[in-house]
């Protein structure tokens, strides 16, 4: 088993940044891709960035050139950095790292940015 942690959710103001970070914790052999996704009330998690265990990232169209996803495998961390923040990125943010054909989650934290 893995254990997920988040943490660094928040609120801030428009064009404000954020930092979260994931944590893995447990039985950790062989992470592979970790990434982060997001959710709002009434609507399906949608993935916002991916970085796979050699470096590759990934993100979804609206956060190009303001996140940025990095991990720190020593540590078993996962970061995103969220730059010039608008309010349609507030939501839930969860992540989640795959392990063999396990696919494990955190517990989400509440990023709000207010207008």
């Known amino acids: 088993q893995v254990q997920l942690v988040e943490s660094g959710g928040g609120l801030v103001q428009a064009g404000g940044s954020l930092r979260l970070s994931c944590a893995a914790s447990?039985?950790?052999?062989?992470?592979?891709?970790m990434a982060w996704y997001r959710q709002t009330p009434g609507k399906q998690r949608t993935l916002v960035a991916r970085i796979t265990s050699g470096g590759s990232t990934n993100y979804v169209d609206s956060v190009k050139g303001r996140f940025t996803i990095s991990r720190d495998n020593a540590k078993n961390t996962v970061y995103l950095q969220m730059n010039k923040l608008k309010p349609e990125d507030t939501a839930v943010y969860y992540c989640?790292?795959?392990?063999?054909?396990?696919?494990?989650w955190g517990q989400g934290t509440q990023v709000t940015v207010s207008s």
């Open positions: 989640n790292a795959q392990q063999v054909l396990n696919l494990y």
């Open positions: 447990g039985s950790i052999f062989s992470l592979g891709s």
